[in-house]
């Protein structure tokens, strides 16, 4: 997560378990972000009020506001309140989605199932219980003709959720399937850049709400001409200590310190081993849309609430204009091409002190790395960079529900500049939105307890279940592990086999050191798996 931060600031290459081979992270492959301005930053969403620009951020080191927002303002935004249940909420990327079997999901604390229907070719987005005994259909199965079935007594329901068959019910007797009571309900749900999103209200009235209201649109994501891959990790701990998180790259050079690597500026000398420096960050617009942010002019930065968070940057590189290959020296015509990344965290909140993290690095160089690299690596080396800071974060949370999430800017000390765009959300959070997540009384208030550090960091059940490419990675490893355990049984049961003068003294030598390379390679393997598949700390005070 937070590596994603760290490219908001300078060029910077990952440290992962592929760093042996010399494999690098391709979103953050070197290159210098230039001076960066509003033309240049492209625009989500369609809402654009107009609002008095203004920064939260002193000219000293301050997090105070510059240049507050006159009365008028005041006024004005006191009555804009942000309505949790009136926004679109991203559920999951379609590339991690299996057409053949219903999916579980929770967001906003709503238990909901996502399933194909292949009879109107759409992603739909239900309520995860049966109207028969609240059985969750996740749990059901896509029958013969497409419905969602629901395994407990069998009730089918098509895409609309009307209820199409009941079968306890007589033939000849009345309709009952036909009753409302029957029907299930359906969330308004639409696929945008690839990621299935619904609108948390079943109401009818909200039937076509899509053509009123949109989610955030990122053009990169279906731009052909940039990468796009994507991920999801289910995180323990919330939406609001993750979304501050990702805009906060000054943490990046302590958190992810031998994980990331940062470039100093030049003629800079270090002030610590860490390489932490001053940072000018400043909020330039907020309202209840969101915020637009300034980073040091070598990058922007917006706020989409309640979810999307996009950082854009661009550098500039000469190209042979001849053959359009990148060179440092030559005789041939040169030409400018500007090189543009962002930085997309989709932060979608789950349920008091859970959330899930969608995201996508874009960007218009280096497309053949994807190509070439499986998704799931570029996952390994991610998850440990989320793993780096899970559980300080995790126990952070629980310190500021402690001390009152509204009394945030009381507890916390953010004297610099480099707490700008947190102090940013904060801002946004408290003034429009309530100061947290409105749960609607479906949660006391407290947090669930701490489970042991082994399964609070646990990468199978928050990322390799939900990802299909790192599950078949997981399945592929190991069988591949079994293999090689086989093959070391069987190459010393050859060798036991044979007579001893029917193999020569060479090849049983062959043969037996062949044995406990199988066997070493297996042992390998399965560490590597445990490791990159299931758990792997992170201590920071050995780093």
């Known amino acids: 997560m937070e590596s994603m931060k760290a490219s908001s600031l300078t060029s910077l290459s990952i440290r992962t378990a592929f760093d042996r081979t010399q494999f690098r992270k391709p979103m953050f492959l070197n290159f210098h972000f230039g001076p960066i301005t509003r033309s240049s930053f492209p625009l989500v969403g369609t809402n654009q009020p107009k609002f008095k620009v203004f920064t939260t951020i002193s000219s000293t080191d301050s997090t105070e506001t510059k240049n507050p927002p006159d009365s008028e303002l005041e006024t004005r935004s006191k009555d804009e309140k942000f309505d949790w249940y009136a926004q679109w909420y991203p559920v999951m990327p379609v590339c991690d989605l299996d057409k053949r079997v219903p999916h579980a999901k929770k967001v906003m604390g709503l238990d909901v199932v996502v399933w194909w229907d292949r009879n109107e070719c759409a992603w739909k987005v239900f309520e995860d219980s049966c109207p028969h005994r609240l059985a969750p259909l996740s749990e059901g199965r896509i029958d013969q003709r497409g419905r969602l079935q629901c395994v407990y007594h069998g009730w089918c329901f098509n895409g609309s959720g009307d209820c199409k068959f009941i079968p306890q019910a007589p033939p000849d007797g009345p309709p009952v399937h036909t009753f409302k009571k029957a ?5 308004p749900s639409t696929v945008q850049n690839d990621i299935v999103w619904f609108w948390p209200n079943t109401d009818p009235q909200y039937k076509d ?44 050079p302590y958190a992810h310190y031998g994980i990331m690597r940062m470039q100093q500026p030049k003629n800079r000398v270090k002030a610590d081993r860490e390489g932490g420096r ?37 550098t500039d590189s000469m190209v ?24 997309v965290f989709i932060c979608v909140p789950v349920s008091p002190g859970n959330s899930r993290l969608i995201w996508a690095f874009p960007r218009n160089f280096g497309l053949w790395i994807d190509k070439v690299v499986p998704r799931w690596m570029f996952h390994v080396g991610q998850n440990l960079i989320l793993d780096s800071d899970l559980y300080l974060l995790h126990i952070e949370e629980r310190k500021i529900i402690d001390a009152g999430p509204t009394n945030w800017q009381k507890a916390c000390f ?13 801002k946004w959070l408290n003034r429009y939105a309530g100061g947290q997540v409105d749960w609607r009384g479906k949660y006391s208030g407290d947090l669930p307890p701490t489970p042991p550090r082994e399964q609070l960091m646990d990468r199978y059940r928050s990322h390799v279940v939900n990802c299909r490419s790192c599950s078949v990675a997981y399945k ?11 093959a070391s049984v069987a190459s010393i049961g050859i060798v036991a086999a044979v007579k001893q003068g029917a193999m020569s003294a060479a090849a049983r030598t062959t043969i037996v050191l062949l044995a406990v390379l199988f066997y070493a390679s297996s042992r390998w393997l399965a560490h590597f798996i445990y490791k990159n598949f299931h758990y792997h ?7």
């Not at 029907?183 to 969330?187: A, I, L, P, Q």
């Not at 041939?332 to 090189?339: C, E, L």
């Not at 953010?414 to 904060?426: C, E, I, N, Q, Y």
């Not at 700390?537 to 780093?543: G, S, T």
Request: net charge negative; hydrophobic share 35%; glycine share 4%.
């Open 183 to 187: 029907c299930v309900g359906v969330y």
């Open 209 to 252: 709400i899509i053509m009123e209201r949109k989610p955030p649109y990122i053009s990169e994501i279906d731009d052909p001409s940039y990468t796009k891959l994507m991920a999801n990790r289910d995180i323990p701990y919330g939406y609001e200590v993750l979304i501050e998180n990702l805009m906060d790259p000054a943490h990046v």
């Open 278 to 314: 001053p940072l000018q960050l400043s909020i330039e617009r907020l309202d209840i849309n969101g915020f637009e942010a300034d980073q040091e002019q070598r990058s922007r930065s917006k706020f989409f609430p309640p979810c999307v968070f996009v950082f854009y940057a661009y």
């Open 320 to 343: 042979d204009q001849a053959n359009g290959s990148e060179s440092s020296a030559g005789t041939k015509k040169k030409t400018s091409v500007q090189r543009k990344s962002s930085l």
């Open 414 to 426: 953010v004297p610099t500049k480099s707490d700008a765009l947190v102090v940013g959300f904060r």
């Open 476 to 486: 592929g490893l190991n069988v591949l592990e079994v293999v090689l355990q086989v």
């Open 537 to 543: 700390d992170y201590n920071h005070a050995l780093r």
